[in-house]
């Protein structure tokens, strides 16, 4: 039973570089969402999906864009890499009316 | 918009002892959702326990339970008969329906001590 499943768990990165953050889920959710945690905070949203096609931006959605070409499929593109993006960010999922099921997360280090 | 508040940044407790966890937030719509999700050193979010606004019962799962005031706006968690294994950070977290993204608090970190 895979979940959630992120890819890679951890990257690092040089300043300018950009890279995509994988996410799929087999649930057959509509819903999908990019979160971002920095150290001792909680979770801020940067961009969220309620169905294949559809993409809405959240809080933080500046430097990142995303893509929802299928229902299982949900990554997340950092363009131009820079030291404010080290965190670690977490992928989700939900059926309608639930609560969040979640990667294991992929920490990100810009250098 | 929605604000989740968690006034206490830190707590610990004895193994077997009980904790309350508290959580309060801010919305004008009357039907939502609440959760608390658990956060293990291995940083997986995990799902603790969900309550509807609309159900006037509190949920309860296993040793977790809410006391949920819906006039006061608050959400709190007990953990019963702590075990070391419940050591982590605890998020609060508000959805309003329709499957609109979670908001979260910041957490509360608890220990549990043997």
């Known amino acids: 039973n895979a979940g959630v499943t992120q890819t890679p768990k951890f990257r690092i990165l040089k300043i300018g570089q950009s890279m995509t953050l994988q996410c799929t889920q087999d649930?057959?959710?509509?819903?999908m969402y990019w979160y971002r945690q920095d150290p001792g905070m909680g979770l801020k949203l940067i961009y969220y999906?309620?169905?294949?096609?559809?993409?809405d931006k959240g809080e933080v959605p500046n430097g990142y864009n995303v893509s929802r070409s299928t229902t299982e499929d949900f990554p997340l593109r950092l363009e131009l890499a820079a030291p404010s993006q080290t965190s670690v960010y977490f992928c989700?999922?939900?059926?309608?009316?639930?609560?969040?099921?979640f990667g294991e997360g992929s920490r990100l280090t810009v250098l | 918009a929605q604000t989740v508040t968690q006034s206490q940044p830190e707590m610990s407790v004895q193994e077997a002892e009980t904790v309350t966890l508290s959580c309060t937030y801010d919305?004008?719509?009357?039907?939502?959702?609440l959760f608390w999700y658990k956060q293990p050193p291995s940083r997986q979010m995990i799902l603790v326990i969900r309550?509807?606004?609309?159900?006037?019962q509190n949920a309860t799962e296993n040793r977790f339970s809410v006391n949920f005031q819906k006039a006061a706006k608050s959400f709190s968690l007990k953990i019963s008969d702590s075990q070391l294994g419940d050591t982590a950070m605890y998020f609060c977290?508000?959805?309003?329906?329709?499957?609109?993204?979670?908001?979260f608090g910041k957490g509360t970190r608890l220990s549990v001590i043997a």
């Open positions: 989700a999922s939900s059926p309608r009316g639930g609560g969040l099921f």
């Open positions: 919305t004008s719509e009357n039907n939502y959702y």
């Open positions: 977290a508000f959805m309003k329906l329709g499957n609109t993204p979670l908001v």
């Open positions: 999906s309620v169905g294949a096609g559809i993409t």
């Open positions: 649930m057959n959710h509509n819903y």
């Open positions: 309550q509807e606004a609309y159900k006037q």
